[in-house]
């Protein structure tokens, strides 16, 4: 099992996040489904004021890439990322075209003992 941690900013408006959270009360099941054959076991959003901070659970086997492909042969996925964008923004370090930006672990406890 690996575990991914990412970040990704909210425009700065209440009605807009409450709108994006409402959505995550009730994703559709075709990406909830899409999640899952990707290789992702478990996922969960964390938010402190317009900044998102997502951990992913995932498969051994388990790739960025591979998902990319599969979302972007997914109508639905798109349509639904289509439709996350209306709320998201790009942190200020990601790339061009970027959502989601993957952390970097700087520390474990379970390490450093």
Same mark, same amino acid.
């Given at each position: @099992?690996?575990?991914?941690?990412?970040?990704? *900013?909210?425009?700065?408006?209440?009605a807009?996040?409450a709108?994006? +959270?409402?959505?995550?009360?009730?994703?559709?099941?075709?990406?909830?489904?899409?999640?899952?054959?990707?290789?992702?076991?478990?996922?969960?959003?964390?938010?402190?004021?317009?900044?998102?901070?997502?951990?992913?659970?995932?498969?051994?086997?388990?790739s960025? +890439? $591979?998902k990319?492909? @599969? *979302?972007?042969?997914?109508?639905?996925? $798109? +349509?639904w990322?289509?439709? @996350?964008?209306?709320? $998201? $923004?790009?942190?200020p370090t990601?790339?061009?075209? +970027?959502?989601?930006?993957? @952390?970097?672990?700087?520390f474990d406890?379970? *390490?450093?003992?």
């Amino acid at each position: @099992m690996k575990r991914y941690c990412l970040a990704l *900013d909210l425009k700065d408006d209440p009605a807009l996040i409450a709108e994006y +959270e409402a959505h995550h009360q009730a994703i559709w099941p075709e990406v909830r489904a899409s999640i899952r054959e990707s290789g992702i076991v478990q996922m969960e959003l964390y938010r402190l004021g317009n900044r998102l901070f997502m951990i992913m659970e995932t498969r051994d086997d388990f790739s960025f +890439e $591979q998902k990319a492909v @599969m *979302d972007e042969n997914n109508p639905v996925v $798109q +349509e639904w990322e289509g439709l @996350m964008w209306k709320y $998201q $923004q790009a942190l200020p370090t990601a790339k061009p075209g +970027e959502k989601w930006v993957l @952390m970097k672990k700087i520390f474990d406890m379970q *390490d450093s003992e």
